[in-house]
């Protein structure tokens, strides 16, 4: 059984920094990619960065560029997401997810497996 959980959140101010886990287990595919999602209250679920399993593929959106930092430990099946200078419109519930598809970013649709999601509040 697929699962990934998904910790480090918290309240932290404008301008400081928490780094999210995402461990996973039960992957029975070779090749995929492992993304972080945010979604704030009354928005949409919008994809923040990706990362392919061999990490040699790095994706960021443009609202965390050179803030935020995606890294993966094979061997300890973990995927992390460090961010920096923080801002209140960070603020969000943030999920990990896999996508069995490769070679390409998949969109948020072909994600098949999810997180249950950890609070990141952002206070200025």
């Known amino acids: 059984e697929v699962q990934l959980v998904e910790s480090g959140g918290g309240l932290v101010q404008a301008g400081g920094s928490l780094r999210l886990s995402c461990a996973h287990s039960g992957f029975t595919f070779d090749d995929y990619v492992i993304g972080w999602f945010r979604q704030a209250p009354g928005k949409e679920r919008e994809g923040v960065s990706y990362i392919s399993s061999s990490g040699g593929s790095i994706y960021y959106a443009d609202s965390v560029k050179g803030r935020f930092t995606i890294s993966s430990d094979n061997a300890k099946n973990t995927v992390y997401l460090q961010m920096n200078s923080l801002r209140p419109e960070d603020t969000a519930v943030y999920y990990c997810?896999?996508?069995?598809?490769?070679?390409?970013?998949?969109?948020?649709?072909?994600?098949?497996?999810w997180g249950q999601g950890t609070q990141v509040t952002v206070s200025s």
């Open positions: 997810a896999v996508s069995t598809l490769y070679g390409f970013w998949p969109s948020i649709g072909q994600y098949g497996y």
